[in-house]
């Protein structure tokens, strides 16, 4: 929605891993432009907490260092290489459909939420481990 993206800073990754800033923001919302047809690098829009999140997984940490929920969004949908595995890097992609995400703990018993991907409605991506996170999959 213009109300985040108007204000975000955008950044995205060039060939080398690092996090170029396309431009600065000053609302606390990071997007990043990705690039179409790349599995896992997808358009993404993330708030503070999200940020946290992503980088204690990019970091490899034992578990999320966020203190509160986290919220980011992929309105274009995307691609990931696992829905069960934080780190796969390769295999046969799963396509995710527009939708919002929640990072934080969430365990399929504990909520009665599928962890199988879906194209409508929500599910829990990577569950049984500490990146567990709510997709729920709609375009506000």
């Known amino acids: ?25 000053n609302n606390g919302w990071t997007c990043f ?7 896992a690098d997808n358009t993404e829009c993330d708030d503070q907490a999200a940020m946290q999140w992503n980088a204690d997984w990019a970091a490899h940490k034992p578990k999320p260092t966020n203190t509160i929920p986290g919220i980011g969004y992929m309105f274009a949908g995307g691609t990931d290489w696992s829905a069960t595995e934080p780190y796969a890097t390769s295999g046969t992609p799963i ?8 990072f934080w ?4 018993k504990e909520t ?3 962890d199988k991907p879906k194209d409508t409605g ?19």
Do not use: C
């Open 1 to 25: 929605p213009v109300l985040i993206t108007k204000g975000a800073k955008i950044v995205e990754t060039d060939e080398k891993g690092k996090t170029v800033v396309l431009r600065d923001g």
């Open 33 to 39: 432009a990705g690039h179409p047809g790349i599995v």
């Open 95 to 102: 396509k995710e459909p527009p939708h919002w995400m929640l």
């Open 105 to 108: 703990p969430f365990d399929p």
């Open 112 to 114: 009665g939420l599928s």
């Open 122 to 140: 929500t599910w829990i991506m990577w569950a049984g481990t500490p990146y567990a996170h709510l997709m729920i999959n709609q375009k506000p």
